[in-house]
Nanobody, 128 residues
Framework: QVQLVESGGGLVQAGASLRLSCAASGRTFNNNAMAWFRQAPGKEREFVAAVSGSGQTTYYADSVKGRFTISRDNAKNTETLQMHTLKPEDTAVYYC?????????????????????WGQGTQVTVSS
């Protein structure tokens, strides 16, 4: 069982930066691939970024590539999403997710159904 708790959301102006963190429970954190998804009002939950258990493999949605960076610290059981040059369209609730007992991101990583554990979400609001 993995429990995830996000933090770091807030209200910022367009062009600003924000850093989200996800604290994970569990002794074998490096055995879980991790990801960030987001969900805006009235829209489906969408993939943002993913990182493998070792941290060496990452994937990004085209909409955030070059602006967001996902990373992890296995010694601290934390995952981070550094967001730069934020846009109003980045406004959403951001969710941390983990796969069960595998360090590999796998196929169909962009589908929420491929991820087994979820945090409660943290709100990010970007004003224009």
């Amino acid at each position: 069982q993995v429990q995830l708790v996000e933090s770091g959301g807030g209200l910022v102006q367009a062009g600003a930066s924000l850093r989200l963190s996800c604290a994970a429970s569990g002794r074998t954190f490096n055995n879980n691939a991790m990801a960030w998804f987001r969900q805006a009002p009235g829209k489906e939950r969408e993939f943002v970024a993913a990182v493998s258990g070792s941290g060496q493999t990452t994937y990004y949605a085209d909409s955030v590539k070059g602006r967001f960076t996902i990373s992890r610290d296995n010694a601290k059981n934390t995952e981070t999403l550094q967001m730069h040059t934020l846009k109003p369209e980045d406004t959403a609730v951001y969710y941390c997710a983990a796969r069960s007992n595998t360090p590999y991101i796998g196929n169909d990583y962009y589908s929420p159904t491929r991820w087994d554990y979820w945090g409660q979400g943290t709100q990010v609001t970007v004003s224009s």
